[in-house]
Nanobody, 122 residues
Framework: QVQLAESGGGLVQAGGSLRVSCVPS????????MGWFRQPPGKEREFVAA????????HSADSVKGRFTISRDNAKKTVYLQMNSLKPEDTGVYYC???????????????WGQGTQVTVSS
């Protein structure tokens, strides 16, 4: 199994920046794509961004394109989501997930973290 641990969430003012991180651990850690999803309060969880194992392929939701950047450092076994120009609409619980391929679909990801809260104030 793989366990994922998110960190870096917090409270930030609109227009500010925040970087959340995800570190996998466990005996089954291996070759995987990573994705970020978020769940705004009272809404369904939605796709944010994803990155391939090698890092050569990334994809992000239209709502965050140009503002958020996903990256990874395999030496550190860490995936990052750099969030710039944050808006109140970006508020939510951010989850990282690991799967076989880059995908916008939740069901493609086998392992999930517990999430980290990101709150953007106006």
């Amino acid at each position: 199994q793989v366990q994922l641990a998110e960190s870096g969430g917090g409270l930030v003012q609109a227009g500010g920046s925040l970087r959340v991180s995800c570190v996998p651990s466990g005996r089954a850690v291996g070759n995987y794509a990573m994705g970020w999803f978020r769940q705004p309060p009272g809404k369904e969880r939605e796709f944010v961004a994803a990155i391939s194992f090698s890092g050569d392929m990334t994809h992000s939701a239209d709502s965050v394109k140009g503002r958020f950047t996903i990256s990874r450092d395999n030496a550190k076994k860490t995936v990052y989501l750099q969030m710039n120009s944050l808006k109140p609409e970006d508020t939510g619980v951010y989850y990282c997930a690991a799967g076989a391929v880059v995908s916008v679909h939740e069901w493609r990801y086998e392992y999930w973290g517990q999430g980290t809260q990101v709150t953007v104030s106006s």
